[in-house]
């Protein structure tokens, strides 16, 4: 059996490491043991070490030692650091893009300029800054704080601060702008909008692209919206692929901005293959461009690749020998669901302290639902534990309908997920912002 590599240690690597195991014998490399990484490992004769995913002299002896024949990344920060690269270097059959292709997602204003240039109806008024003279120019031509500050570089989900929710008054902003811009020489500011966010991703082999089903995320913190960005607390899809607020040509103008970005990136060399992520406003004045990134999203990874109907690996297969159509990679038609829990400092502190929990696993996968460890080490039997101050694990169900598949997923975590532990109650509603 083909050995594939996957780097990367998320609720995300944990459900590719379930498709990657399904046709593949898979190897890993991962900071700690994450129980679902471990179990996918050994189901399918592969082998794991611990280490740290960045050391490129690490990644290249375990894919000597190892033969390994097939590498798949979808972190943003291990793409950014051309961890790809290196496996191509090595002459790897690779599901991801190098460092260069992944700058759509690592450069903020990189993926502005491509989408000014490809549909500069979708961009919202926006100014890339670089000096603090020019920051204190744009803050004061708002009345308000109705602007959003967006980092250049990588944030984990963390980084964009919208005014009103995450902070108010232009003061506030431009201390936030300020600091933005002291570290990486560059922030933007950018109008806010009123409308409602979605994802949607496509698989592509560098030339083709095949759309995913859409996906809703729950990146704040609390219920109702509320309090700081996350990298996502659940995620849901719908069975006809669209969300209630959309039509298919809210979904045709994201894919053609979708493939011709693939057509940009790529138009000197093959660069970019594996997944991109566009997120969008629907907008009373249409669909807006938020930002592109290189890889699957996380939770959205879990909805997406539990509807997949042909086996990721084949998938692969055709990225590899850009194959890649509709025709070859199908998605069930199904409702899926998501809630990731998380210890209660998640976002609200940088306390790395370790969380303890106990965690009825063969409890909750009686009932149904599935269950993706993330930033979580076993201790031994249902006690577990929290490594850094991440999200712990997902729980994941699918059903005829979003209400079946929202009641599978809290009734098995109910009694069985540890009290001291926090996740949202109410994914599955729809905001609007
Ligand atoms: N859930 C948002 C992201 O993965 O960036």
Redesign the pocket.
């Known amino acids: 059996m083909k050995k594939c590599l996957l780097l990367g240690n998320g609720g995300?690597e944990a459900v590719l490491a379930e498709q990657i195991s399904k046709g593949y014998s898979l190897y890993a490399i991962m900071p700690y043991a994450n129980p679902s990484i471990v179990e996918y490992v050994e189901q399918s004769n592969g082998k794991y070490i611990i280490g740290d995913t960045f050391d490129k002299e690490l990644v290249k002896e375990f894919i000597e030692q190892e033969e390994i024949e097939a590498c798949v990344v979808s972190q943003d920060n291990l793409l950014q650091e051309g961890l790809i690269d290196l496996a191509r270097e090595l002459g790897l059959q690779t599901f991801g893009p190098t460092s260069k292709g992944a700058k759509i997602e690592w450069s903020k204003t990189y993926a502005l300029e491509i989408v000014k240039e490809l549909a500069p109806e979708m961009i919202i008024k926006n100014e890339a800054i670089t000096t603090k003279e020019k920051l204190e120019e744009i803050i004061s031509q708002y009345e308000d704080d109705s602007f959003v500050v967006k980092p250049e570089g990588l944030t984990g989900?963390k980084g964009v601060k919208v005014g009103g929710i995450h902070f108010h008054g232009k003061d506030e902003g431009y201390d936030y702008a300020k600091t933005c811009l002291e570290e990486s020489g560059k922030v933007i500011i950018q109008d806010k909008v009123e409308g409602r966010e979605f994802?949607v991703m496509a698989l592509t082999d560098g030339e083709n692209i095949v759309v995913t089903p859409t996906t809703f995320?729950y990146?704040y913190r609390f219920d109702e919206d509320k309090g700081p960005g996350t990298?996502?607390m659940g995620?849901l899809s719908f069975e006809n692929g669209l969300l209630p607020f959309l039509d298919q040509k809210d979904i045709d103008l994201c894919s053609k901005l979708i493939q011709d970005t693939i057509k940009y990136v790529n138009k000197d060399s093959l660069e970019f293959t594996g997944v991109i992520?566009g997120g969008f406003f629907k907008c009373k004045d249409g669909i807006k461009f938020i930002e592109f990134?290189a890889r699957f999203?996380?939770?959205?990874a879990i909805n997406v690749l539990n509807c997949l109907e042909t086996p990721f690996t084949e998938i692969f297969e055709h990225i590899s020998n850009k194959t890649l159509s509709p025709e070859n990679c199908k998605f069930k038609k199904n409702y899926t669901f998501t809630v990731y829990v998380v210890s209660p400092n998640y976002a609200l502190s940088a306390s790395k302290e370790p969380c303890e929990f106990i965690l009825n696993k063969e409890a909750i996968l009686q009932k149904d639902a599935k269950i993706y460890f993330a930033s979580t080490k076993q201790i031994e039997g249902n006690h577990y534990t929290s490594v850094g101050n991440s999200r712990l694990f997902a729980i994941h169900t699918n059903g005829a309908t979003l209400e079946e598949a929202k009641q599978k997923a809290y009734n098995a975590m109910e009694n069985n997920v540890d009290e001291v532990l926090n996740y949202r109650k109410d994914i599955g509603e729809i905001y609007e912002h």
């Open positions: 995300r989900g994802t995320d990146p990298g996502g995620c992520y990134n999203g996380d939770p959205e």
